[in-house]
């Protein structure tokens, strides 16, 4: 139990048009799904916390316009990298949690972005 | 500021040899640290420590906490090529459960 989706696993997009990357909780509801970026060689870095059906709550330095992440439901979960540009390359993973108290994040595969 | 701080950076050792890496902290409303094990995606989960000094066990991997001096250690023994993989500590603070990684340390394990 416990698997986390994410799609497409690897896109590339010309600069300016805009890229949805999905994370969905297969076989559980997700109280809260966490979105991070990795560049490479270096460690993951959380963008956002989002609970289902409430604004997602932004790390420092993150702009939310540019990154609209929307928690629809208990299992889904989506990042939308608007206008995107070359500096947005990155490997974007989401993690979900069923459950606080417990402290367990599951991490989904992972989205290799590459914007021309 | 929240921080999470690992090393070493990054190691290489022959098979067989014993390695220790190390993750220290300060953060402000801690709650577990966790670590975890990165190859080519997405990280695949490890340990989560909530308590000093209670060693967790799987296989040649085990790890521990002292919420003292605010550190942990993951110690594989026997290593092998497969071990070879990033190894990230991340650090649960607050209500929220945000999660703070380490830089990760990059461990190669040749032959």
């Known amino acids: 139990g416990a698997v986390v989706s994410q799609h497409p696993s690897w896109v590339i997009c010309k600069s300016g048009t805009s890229v949805k990357i999905e994370c969905r909780s297969l076989?559980?509801?997700?109280?809260?799904m966490f979105w991070y970026r990795q560049f490479p060689k270096q460690s993951l870095m959380l963008m956002a916390t989002s609970n289902e059906g409430s604004k997602a709550t932004y790390e420092q330095g993150v702009e939310k316009d540019k990154f609209l992440i929307n928690h629809a439901s208990l299992t889904l979960s989506t990042l939308t990298v608007t206008s995107a540009h070359p500096e947005d390359s990155s490997f974007y993973i989401c993690?979900?949690?069923?459950?606080?108290?417990?402290?367990?994040?599951?991490f989904g595969p992972g989205t290799r972005l590459t914007v021309l | 500021e929240d921080k999470v701080v690992q090393s070493p950076l990054s190691l290489v050792v022959h098979e067989g040899d014993t390695v220790t890496l190390n993750c220290s902290y300060e953060?402000?409303?801690?709650?577990?640290l966790l670590w975890y094990k990165q190859e080519k995606k997405a990280p695949t989960f490890l340990f989560m420590l909530t308590s000093s000094g209670i060693e967790k066990k799987s296989g040649r991997l085990s790890s521990i906490l002292d919420k003292k001096e605010l550190f942990s250690i993951l110690n594989i023994t026997a290593t092998q090529t497969g071990d070879s993989a990033i190894y990230l500590c991340a650090v649960i603070t607050g209500t929220a459960s945000k999660l703070t990684f380490g830089t990760g340390t990059r461990l190669q394990v040749t032959l």
């Open positions: 993690s979900a949690s069923r459950d606080r108290a417990r402290n367990e994040q599951f």
């Open positions: 076989d559980f509801q997700a109280t809260t």
């Open positions: 953060v402000t409303n801690f709650r577990s």
